[in-house]
């Protein structure tokens, strides 16, 4: 029995390097999930500085309890359904701070940890763990968070307010606040830890795309739908009104979820093609959510429900086999 | 007795029409909302289930075999228009808060598979039997899921304040959203719970059977 097992070996020996046939994939990249997650965890640094910069010490603890409670959860639920645990892969860190993100900079330390609980139990371990949850997990938490809790959500501390203690509820830009689109581009006004400061999240979301961690197809087509139809169609009627197209592009969470909440590897489309049709639709449902629903932003649930609909583009545009038959010959 | 038991035994859990054969979903996502709601719904269907199981069996032989659906479903109704009524006179607010959701148990499809499946194949009091199991395992089904949904939703049980004003119940629970969410946990649990002694006997099978696998290596 040994000797049989030696010789098979001695053979491979001797073949390795002269004959290599392997089955495909035959071109091979470095990339891990580790290495793609740290970079989007590199890429969220700017504006995550910039949040506590202009909102306090709030907005550091905030997504650091997201991250950790992330991190614990995945760690936790990994060890009681008894299955590899996957920490080390940096994905629950971006969940976590993702999440941490779309929080208000305030003290009521429970939605974090909520929050994580839900993004990573229900939404992703219970759906089979990394690459098997449906819709993305921060996305999903941010919303439970908002429907539960709809009024510690929206207590937003006025920026650069270190005065106040409590977190009282100041007025967002979409929730009416006056602020010019200059400070409303560098992200000198109220919102989420997160997404205030579109100069930085841009120079996040260009250094993901330099690095080749996300594609153009998904920012552009999702901004691009929110600019054209807000420039030909205010919401306030009228026709063609760019100064209301920016503020549209720049207010809310709109850059931060085209760079980073809908470009998630497992919850946008496979093709090209196909994240041109996924971002052409998160454009148009947020616009519909901004001027016809009930909240003032409609970012998170257009990713969501656009989220549901890959499968169907990815069935639409299945590329075709290399040499196969054509669609419908 | 013994068939009694068992059939209760068969309806509130081996067999619960809500958590195992999954029927009667709607009532059970949209009444939950309160325990109050959860208990009135459950024992107006369960009236309702007695009742048309019962005279269902009665005219079992009566009945041609092609219009045999219209038939139930006309029997059906008329109990519910009964309950109905009674709980417009007797129990006002609970008839008020409960809605339309009282004079959908007509299409209940709890009640049309026990008339289709049991009533109309079996003698009177077993089938009168079943009804009351069957409705006995739907409240106890909707009970389960709306205390979940009213403690962690409202941090009330039947009306009654739970952890005082401090604490902030999670409003999603008490909406539709929260209704699959909390149904999907509460069917998780009573799967695990009725799979309990399976697992254990798959358990000692398995271990059984790497000992003998590792006996045969060492030999």
Known sequence: ?329 | MKGFLKQLKEGILDNNPTLVQLLGMCPTLATTTSVKNAIGMGLAATVVLIFSNLFISLLRKFIPKQVRIAAFIVIISGFVTMVELLMKAFVYSLYQSLGIFIPLIVVNCIILARAEAYASKNKVLPSAVDGLAMGLGFTFALILVATVREIVGNGTFMGLSLFGDGYAPALLFIMPAGAFLTLGFVIAAVQKIRNMGQDKERMEKLSKLEEEAEKEETV
């Open chain 1, 1 to 329: 029995m040994n000797e049989q097992k030696n010789q098979a070996t001695v053979t491979e020996n001797f073949y390795d390097g002269l004959l290599t046939v392997t089955p495909s994939p035959h071109i091979k990249h470095t990339a891990t999930t580790t290495k793609v997650m740290a970079e989007v965890l590199i890429a969220l640094i700017p504006a995550f500085v910039w949040g506590v910069i202009v909102f306090g010490l709030n907005a550091f603890l905030m997504p650091a309890i997201a991250v950790a409670a992330s991190v614990l959860f995945e760690f936790l639920t990994q060890k009681l359904l008894k299955k590899p645990v996957t920490v080390g892969d940096l994905s629950a860190a971006v969940t976590g701070l993702l999440l941490g993100f779309n929080l208000p900079a305030s003290d009521s330390y429970f939605l974090p940890v909520v929050g994580a609980a839900f993004a990573i139990v229900v939404v992703k371990q219970l759906f089979g763990g990394i690459g098997k949850n449906f819709v993305n997990p921060a996305l999903a938490a941010r919303v439970f968070l908002f429907l539960s809790w709809p009024d510690k959500m929206a207590a937003f501390p006025a920026p650069f307010d270190r005065a106040v203690v409590d977190a009282v509820a100041s007025a967002t830009p979409r929730s009416g606040a006056a602020v010019s689109l200059m400070d409303l581009f560098l992200g000198k006004c109220g919102g989420s830890i997160g997404e205030i400061s579109v100069l930085l999240l841009l120079i996040g979301g260009i250094y993901l795309m330099v690095r080749g961690i996300i594609t153009w197809h998904i920012p552009v087509a999702y901004l691009g739908t929110v600019a054209l139809i807000t420039l030909l169609f205010p919401q306030g009627g009228g026709f063609f009104d760019p100064s209301f197209m920016l503020f549209e592009l720049c207010s809310g969470g709109l850059v931060l979820g085209a760079f980073f909440m809908a470009t998630d590897y497992v919850t946008s489309p496979i093709t090209g093609k196909g994240r041109l049709i996924f971002g052409v639709g998160c454009g148009l449902l947020t616009v519909f959510l901004r001027y016809f629903g009930a909240y003032p932003e409609g970012v998170s649930f257009a990713i969501l429900v656009m989220n549901c609909l890959v499968w169907y583009i990815d069935k639409l545009t299945r590329p075709r086999v290399f040499g196969g038959a054509r669609h419908g010959q």
